[in-house]
């Protein structure tokens, strides 16, 4: 029998257990990811067809470095914030969806992380 | 069945005989249980589609075709890191028909979700809540998300 009562035991388990932390970040991010992405895409889509030191010169101007690395980590964060909703409403065996959550966290970092230092390693030279 | 709860309920509720009472609420309980054995939650099938939930549909799946696709960004800005052979074997890979059949799909859905998500910021913040504004807004983002794909190909 438990002492404690139904509002002790309801707190802090709510379906992400944070409280607003996560929807704020995935709003914030959300919000930064449109002009980062505008800026991302189009400039990709001009390097199309270009020849390959067009491409590498595309990564010299710090502004472009700054986009091209933010909107990598940006990307990378609101995804992982969206993948994790996706696997809590979906997965429902515990063991199994605190596995999908840490896979799915590590794949995210290690791919974020491999795409910024590609671009800092075209920004920069090896 | 509803009714019947209905008229149990009244009767277990207003009831002096204490084994009538007993009684009713046994009965009312095995009413109970015997609704819970109906498909209570109405599952997905049973509704039409409509513009406005095949629209939130396409937010989470364009949303995880995206952070799928970011595989490939990846693959991309590696080769550029790797040097110009790698970069050019990219490009073929890319540049292929599939490669371009999977990059328009790839892009359709960025500016899909790009354009949706400006339509949930303005939800989050108490804007457009309205049917008639839901389902303008809803076609706006999918001519825009078409504009846009179409503005980066010619660009391209």
Not at chain 2, 130 to 143: F, P, R
């Amino acid at each position: 029998m438990s002492l404690m009562t139904p509002l002790k035991k309801a707190r802090g388990l709510g379906s992400a257990k944070d409280g607003t932390h996560h929807w704020w970040v995935q709003r914030v991010t959300a919000i930064a990811l449109v002009p980062l992405t505008l800026w991302v895409a189009f400039c990709v889509a001009c390097m199309v067809g270009e020849p390959y030191a067009f491409v590498l010169s595309e990564f010299q101007s710090p502004f472009n470095i700054a986009m091209f690395v933010l909107f990598l980590f940006t990307a990378f964060y609101h995804a992982s914030l969206g993948l994790q909703v996706v696997i809590e409403d979906y997965v429902h065996h515990e063991g199994l969806k605190i596995g999908a959550l840490i896979g799915m966290k590590f794949a995210i970092v290690l791919t974020g992380f491999t795409a910024i230092f590609a671009v800092l390693r075209a920004a920069f030279g090896s | 069945m509803g009714s019947e709860l209905k008229s149990l309920r009244t009767r277990t509720a207003y009831v002096d005989n204490p084994v009538k009472h007993l009684l009713n609420l046994y009965r009312f309980n095995i009413c109970i249980m015997k609704t819970n054995n109906r498909p209570l939650s109405p599952h997905l099938q049973v509704y039409k589609p409509q513009l406005t939930s095949v629209l939130s549909i396409l937010h989470r799946a364009t949303g995880v075709v995206l952070a799928l696709g970011s595989l490939l960004v990846a693959y991309w800005l590696g080769a550029i890191a790797a040097g110009p052979e790698a970069y050019a074997t990219a490009n073929a890979l890319l540049g292929s028909w599939f490669g371009k059949l999977v990059l328009l799909g790839w892009t359709w859905a960025l500016f899909y979700h790009l354009c949706n998500g400006i339509r949930h910021l303005f939800w989050d913040s108490g804007v457009g809540l309205d049917i008639k504004t839901t389902y303008l807004s809803g076609k706006i983002v999918l001519a825009a998300s078409v504009v846009l794909t179409v503005l980066l190909w010619l660009v391209a």
